[in-house]
């Protein structure tokens, strides 16, 4: 079960959700994230590189690199189709937890420098550098979410709810 907040902050009734960015991956709204994150960053004059289905990348979430004069930047888009209703960003720290071998930590721990959260349903982007969200995650007292899968195998997501009126307040909100 979940803790929802609604619009006015305040804690609104118990709901099951599901947040499985896994099963997002082949979703053609989260492809088309990456190519509306992509132009952005075109218009705003930056050389960037869409990473997102080639196979060396995958171990380190990447689906952009943006140039800089001294290196890159690495980016992971996430795409997220419920933060419209929920306010919330969904800061996946464990994403399999089971009775199996298959342990995994969660996005907020992958090798990229910044997480582009689109919420969907508004084309809002939320720039979150990740260094600065963990410690925010970890500083502030925020909401745990649980959310249970059954296939491949069963096991829990666990992660932190950012509620976004807070996100908004340490990081660039852009429309898309």
């Avoid at 969904?90 to 919420?119: C, H, M, P, T």
């Avoid at 899968?149 to 997501?157: A, E, I, R, V």
């Amino acid at each position: 079960m979940l803790e929802i907040k609604g619009r006015d902050g305040n804690l609104g009734e118990m709901m099951k959700m599901s947040y499985n960015f896994k099963e997002q991956v082949n979703e053609p709204r989260q492809k088309q994230a990456v190519e509306l994150c992509k132009n952005y960053l075109l218009s705003d004059g930056c050389e960037v590189t869409d990473v997102s289905e080639d196979p060396k990348f995958y171990k380190t979430g990447a689906d952009l690199i943006m140039q800089i004069p001294d290196g890159e930047i690495t980016i992971d888009v996430k795409c997220d189709f419920q933060a419209h209703s929920t306010f919330n960003i969904v800061v996946e720290f464990i994403e399999v937890a089971s009775d199996r071998k298959e342990q995994k930590l969660g996005w907020i721990y992958n090798e990229v420098e910044f997480i582009y959260y689109v919420i969907w349903e508004t084309k809002e982007l939320i720039i979150l550098d990740k260094k600065i969200l963990i410690k925010i995650c970890l500083e502030k007292e925020l909401r745990g979410y649980a959310s249970h899968h059954n296939k491949p195998f069963y096991y829990y997501t666990f992660g932190l709810l950012l509620p976004l009126q807070e996100a908004r307040k340490h990081f660039k909100s852009i429309n898309l």
